[in-house]
């Protein structure tokens, strides 16, 4: 059973740094994996999705990496702002593509002014 | 505006009540989800539906029941088998295609009486 994992399970760090979050699965058979963002009380928004077959996705300052044969991928966020505060969430997908997901438990981040 | 809607925002139930959280898409989109959230915990899939008057357990589906007699809506009724039904409930949609992301709705906080 695929098993998705984050840690650490919060993070508080002043503006302006660069942050790398880190997501593990353990079955490498994955179609595609996703990060997303949860504001406080809100559904999930779409970051970036990387396709097995991709090694990094990039959006504005985000930029996502898939290591599959290892399990990990990380979202890095370059020169973090206030309004990155969130709660990122990890998911993975089996062979038979995006209609089920497998969800980490996620981690919030706090970025300080 | 395209989206998902889900109503309503909060609802409380009473012992051994049924009550039904509505999720409406306009998206044209064909497989929609519902999962449950816990505090400090990743979504856990409770059904999905790929085709309309079709649709499968999740991993969680004891005590949940849903319909799909139209497209746009994907209804989910946590009847009073459901012991622990106190939960964040976030419904999904997703286009066809198997690269696509899913979309969420906002969500509807379920409290018990």
């Known amino acids: 059973k695929q098993e998705v994992t984050q840690i650490p399970a919060a993070l508080s760090v002043p503006e302006g740094e660069n942050l790398v979050l880190n997501c593990s699965f353990t079955?490498?058979?994955?179609?595609?994996l996703q990060w997303f963002r949860q504001d406080p009380g809100k559904g999930l928004t779409s970051l970036l999705l990387?396709?097995?077959?991709?090694r990094e996705q990039t959006s504005g300052r985000l930029n996502a990496s898939l290591d599959k044969s290892s399990g990990r991928s990380t979202l890095y966020i370059a020169a973090s702002q206030p309004g990155d505060s969130a709660t990122y969430l990890c998911a993975v997908s089996g062979q038979g593509g995006s209609e089920k997901l497998v969800f980490g438990k996620g981690m919030k981040l706090t970025v300080n002014p | 505006d395209g989206g998902i809607t889900q109503s309503p925002k909060y609802l409380f139930r009473k012992e051994g009540q049924n009550v039904t959280l509505s999720c409406e898409q306009n998206l044209n989109h064909d497989a929609m989800y519902w999962y449950r959230q816990d505090p400090g915990q990743g979504l856990r899939l409770i059904y999905y539906s790929q085709i309309v008057n079709d649709f499968q357990k999740g991993d969680i589906a004891e005590g949940y029941s849903v319909s799909r007699e139209k497209k746009e809506s994907f209804p989910l009724t946590v009847t009073s088998a459901q012991k622990n039904p106190t939960a964040f409930y976030l419904c999904?949609?997703?286009?066809?295609?198997?690269?696509?992301?899913?979309?969420f709705g906002p969500g509807t906080r379920l409290l018990v009486l």
């Open positions: 990387i396709q097995s077959s991709q």
């Open positions: 999904a949609s997703r286009p066809q295609g198997n690269q696509e992301t899913q979309y």
């Open positions: 079955d490498s058979a994955i179609y595609n």
